[in-house]
């Protein structure tokens, strides 16, 4: 089992950036692809920036690139995702998730994939 602990929300102005960690728990992390996804009020969730276990390979939304940053410690069995340029349109609760996998240089964009999720931080972007 593993358990994930996002913090780093808060309210920010649009232009400012804002790190989000994701702290796991277990032996298991280094193994593990992590991905963050965000929703926002009435919408479904979406994908926002997966990382591979090595940390080698990353992929993001078309909404994020060059904005946002995917990256990830595997001593501190902790993944960040920086937030620059931020928008309103950010606003939105992140969650980061975990799926254990053999693979070491494979990420994973859909939720379906992922094993295991944390409870969220809320990001709100001011205009």
């Known amino acids: 089992q593993v358990q994930l602990v996002e913090s780093g929300g808060g309210l920010v102005q649009a232009g400012g950036s804002l790190r989000l960690s994701c702290a796991a728990s277990?032996?298991?992390?280094?193994?593990?692809?992590m991905g963050w996804f965000r929703q926002a009020p009435g919408k479904e969730r979406d994908f926002v920036a997966a990382?591979?276990?090595?940390?080698?390979?990353?992929n993001y939304a078309s909404s994020v690139k060059g904005r946002f940053t995917i990256s990830r410690d595997n001593a501190k069995n902790t993944v960040y995702l920086q937030m620059n340029s931020l928008k309103p349109e950010d606003t939105a609760v992140y969650f980061c998730?975990?799926?254990?996998?053999?693979?070491?240089?494979?990420?994973?964009?859909?939720?379906?994939?992922?094993?295991?999720w944390g409870q969220g931080t809320q990001v709100t972007v001011s205009s």
């Open positions: 990382i591979s276990s090595s940390g080698g390979r990353t």
């Open positions: 277990g032996r298991t992390f280094s193994s593990s692809a």
């Open positions: 998730a975990a799926k254990r996998t053999r693979y070491s240089g494979s990420y994973y964009n859909t939720e379906y994939e992922y094993d295991f």
